[in-house]
T-cell receptor, first 114, second 113 residues
Framework: NAGVTQTPKFRVLKTGQSMTLLCAQD?????MYWYRQDPGMGLRLIHY???????AKGEVPDGYNVSRLKKQNFLLGLESAAPSQTSVYFC?????????????FGPGTRLLVL | QQQVKQSPQSLIVQKGGISIINCAYE??????FPWYQQFPGKGPALLIA?????SEKKEGRFTISFNKSAKQFSLHIMDSQPGDSATYFC????????????FGTGTRLKVLA
């Protein structure tokens, strides 16, 4: 099993450009999440999904959109990139388990917006 | 109320020593507390997790201590090794609610050889 994979690994954008980050998981997990990681800020939740076709806003959703058309994929879109969106983006997935829901993270996408 | 406060921000420990990282929370509805380990350039990986019905959980050299009344939990790394040098994050979640984690801001651990 590949676990959680993210595409691309690294990207440079100019302000105003758009892009889509792809997350795929092969563990048949119900839940998927997008985080951004910035120095000193920890991991902050952007959007999440509790099942195919459903999405919800997290802590820092502004400037991002998401879609989950297939259970195994969760896409994060930036319609008009801004320098403040320079960050490392992590996708995670989680099974629904009684007693706790461990999240499994992908390797990250490093995004630089100039 | 949704914050998880983590300390220290960075920690330097000699090889063989004990590393201790602390987290505090306010929301008493949290009922799942995982710790994640992250190496440079990698995604976080689940290390160990605890629920509030136990006061301690041990897995190898890693132990979580949980103090429900103080709303605090900590990670202890016994016999710390240079390979443990990484950033550690605590988190809290409500398992019957929105399934979201609230993460601490991380502790950068360096274990000196």
């Amino acid at each position: 099993n590949a676990g959680v994979t993210q595409t691309p690994k690294f990207r440079v954008l100019k302000t105003g450009q758009s892009m889509t980050l792809l997350c795929a998981q092969d563990m048949n997990h119900e839940y998927m999440y997008w985080y951004r990681q910035d120095p000193g800020m920890g991991l902050r939740l952007i959007h999440y999904s509790v099942g195919e076709g459903t999405t919800a806003k997290g802590e820092v959703p502004d400037g991002y959109n998401v879609s989950r058309l297939k259970k195994q994929n969760f896409l994060l879109g930036l319609e008009s990139a801004a320098p403040s969106q320079t960050s490392v983006y992590f996708c995670a997935s989680s099974p629904r388990l009684a007693g706790g829901m461990p999240q499994y993270f992908g390797p990250g996408t490093r995004l630089l917006v100039l | 109320q949704q914050q998880v406060k983590q300390s220290p921000q960075s920690l330097i420990v000699q090889k063989g020593g004990i590393s201790i990282i602390n987290c505090a929370y306010e929301n008493t509805a949290f009922d799942y507390f995982p710790w994640y380990q992250q190496f440079p350039g990698k995604g976080p990986a689940l290390l160990i997790a605890i629920r509030p019905d136990v006061s301690e959980k041990k897995e190898g050299r890693f132990t979580i201590s949980f103090n429900k009344s103080a709303k605090q939990f900590s990670l202890h790394i016994m016999d710390s090794q240079p390979g443990d040098s990484a950033t550690y994050f605590c988190a809290a979640s409500i398992t019957s609610g929105t399934y979201k984690y609230i993460f601490g801001t991380g502790t950068r651990l360096k274990v000196l050889a």
